[in-house]
């Protein structure tokens, strides 16, 4: 693992490493970074001592990995947030982002490295209260302890998300098998909500398909997003 005190981001160090021949599970660590990213290229505010800002890799370089293993990641996030915080009902925002309470708590960014591993980005709000957000976050973002979740460490919290990200995609299935479907299917606060694609089309979300598309119900019949987002609009 390289920690540092701050970084641009977690992973451009990450990919570099990784074409160097890093190992899967490689971990970078930061505890600020000066341009972190979500999907899409959006800026992620990573504030010093306020989140877990960290990245690591994943074995697995095929679409259908890189397709799955956000959604993995997502149900290792929710899983180990449900550990360290019982009280805590985190979901999971096809394809990348966990929210808390109908805010965003955190989000994943799979990015390919040209290797045979995948970088995984994933940036949580650990300690920010509403006045730490930028305005146009406010209304939307939360942390653990706006959620009531106070004291976690950022080691406890990365400590136990790659134990679970371990079990899960080492190596990355193929498709996502009855017991994952449903777990993921169980976390999912799109399901049964009507939705907007990034294109336009309005649908009502009806859960996961075994590939991690999201399934859409539009004018009778189901459509499979494979790709971009999403906006519940109900």
Known sequence: MEAYGQLPSTNERLRALAEQGAGPFTVVLADSQSAGKGRGGKRWESPAGMGLWFSFLVPGES???????????????????????????????????????GRKLGGILCESTGTEAAVVGVGLNLRQGIGDFAPGLKERAASLEMAGCRG??????????????????????????????????????LKGRTVRTDSGVVGKAIGLAADGALLIEVEGRVQALRAGGVTAVI
């Open 63 to 101: 679409l259908v990995s890189l397709t799955l293993v956000p959604i993995l990641v997502g149900l290792a996030t929710t899983r180990a947030l449900e550990r360290i915080c019982p009280s805590l009902d985190p979901g999971i925002k096809w394809p990348n982002d966990i929210e808390v309470e």
């Open 152 to 189: 976690v460490s950022r080691s406890m919290v990365a400590t136990e998300l790659l134990s679970e990200v371990r079990s899960l995609a080492d190596p990355p299935p193929s498709f996502l098998d009855q017991r994952l479907r449903q777990a993921v299917n169980d976390r999912d606060i």
